[in-house]
């Protein structure tokens, strides 16, 4: 049973560029949930998609922005890169729509390490 | 605003003792509380969880406990091994969110 993943594993850009990040969740997961992990710091909550749909929204400038696919993957994209973008993304996965408690967890893939330059 | 804080950046526990790993939250709507462990160059993988009707939840070598009246939370790991050592995450959820909010992390180190 493979577990959440995701792709490219490390990426260059450079400031003002472009970037799209990709995640495929575990399998029976239906829900994704991405997260930017600075140096240092936990991992802050970008977003998280549902149905195709972005469902909640964290403290991110319109520059982030996603898509869900109808196989449940999902893409991460982020426009008119700064420095301060150079992280660590993470994908994770949640096999249920409705918060119930344990069953709502999140799985998080290895992530991308996004470095700008 | 850090709503979830870990305040011991690191920690060092002899192999086969016990490891306590505190967790402090600020937001008492809070009611879901989980631990995640990460290693070098990976996710986070998750550990244990507990909600807030319950005080204590077990999972083998890790016991997470939590008292509501102090906004607290720990996880216990007993004995500890020198594979346990890597990063430690305590996350909260509330209701009508979907989002984690997670700590700073504490990195244990277990000493063989």
């Known amino acids: 049973d493979a577990g959440v993943t995701q792709s490219p594993t490390h990426l260059i850009k450079t400031r003002g560029q472009q970037v799209t990040l990709r995640c495929s969740p575990k399998?029976?997961?239906?829900?994704v949930s991405w997260y930017q992990q600075a140096l240092g710091q936990g991992p802050q909550f970008i977003f998280q998609y549902y149905e195709e749909e972005e469902r909640q929204r964290g403290n991110f400038p319109d520059r982030f922005s996603g898509h869900q696919f109808p196989n449940y993957s999902s893409e991460l994209n982020v426009n008119a890169l700064l420095l301060g973008d150079s992280a660590l993304y993470l994908c994770a996965s949640s096999p249920r729509t409705i918060r119930q408690g344990p069953t709502d967890t999140q799985y998080f893939g290895p992530g991308t390490r996004l470095t700008v330059l | 605003d850090q709503q979830v804080k870990q305040n011991s950046p690191s920690l060092s526990v002899q192999e086969g003792r016990i490891s306590i790993l505190n967790c402090d939250y600020t937001n008492s709507m809070f009611d879901y509380f989980l631990w995640y462990k990460k290693y070098p160059a990976e996710g986070p993988t998750f550990l244990i969880s507990?909600?807030?009707?319950?005080d204590k939840n077990e999972d083998g070598r890790f016991t997470v406990f939590l008292n509501k009246s102090a906004k607290h939370l720990s996880l216990h790991i007993v004995p500890s091994q020198p594979g346990d050592s890597a990063v430690y995450f305590c996350a909260a959820s509330g209701p009508g969110t979907y989002k984690y909010i997670f700590g700073t992390g504490t990195r244990l180190k277990v000493l063989a």
């Open positions: 507990i909600s807030s009707i319950k």
């Open positions: 399998s029976g997961h239906d829900t």
